[in-house]
């Protein structure tokens, strides 16, 4: 059974920044496995910020983060994070990790953690 867990939320001034991390267990990370960072502010759906690759050689982000956060893994530790810089108050939501898909089209989701960016 494999178990997302996010941390690293909080409450920061606008302007401010924050390191999310996703630990990953049940199994190690496996070739071909796209990690990524979703976020859902209240009111919205759950809407896509960052992907990176396997390897890490790959990484996309949303136009609405790009520049300001940072996708990054460890795959010898089974962790993925999200630096986030020059964080805006529109920037509050709950980010939730995902593993997948896999090679085997497998999707898993984290619990979320919430960040909250004061004006």
């Known amino acids: 059974q494999v178990q997302l867990g996010e941390s690293g939320g909080g409450l920061v001034q606008a302007g401010g920044s924050l390191r999310l991390s996703c630990a990953a267990s049940?199994?190690?990370?496996?070739?071909?496995?796209?990690m990524s960072w979703y976020r859902q502010a209240p009111g919205n759906e759950r809407e896509f910020v960052a992907a990176i690759s396997w390897n890490g050689a790959s990484t996309n982000y949303a136009d609405s983060v790009r520049g300001r956060f940072t996708i990054s893994r460890d795959n010898s530790a089974n962790m993925m994070y999200l630096q986030m810089n020059s964080l805006k108050p529109e920037d509050t939501a709950i980010y939730y990790c995902?593993?997948?898909?896999?090679?085997?089209?497998?999707?898993?989701w984290g619990q979320g953690t919430q960040v909250t960016v004061s004006s």
């Open positions: 995902k593993l997948g898909p896999t090679v085997n089209a497998e999707e898993y």
């Open positions: 049940g199994r190690f990370f496996r070739p071909g496995d796209m």
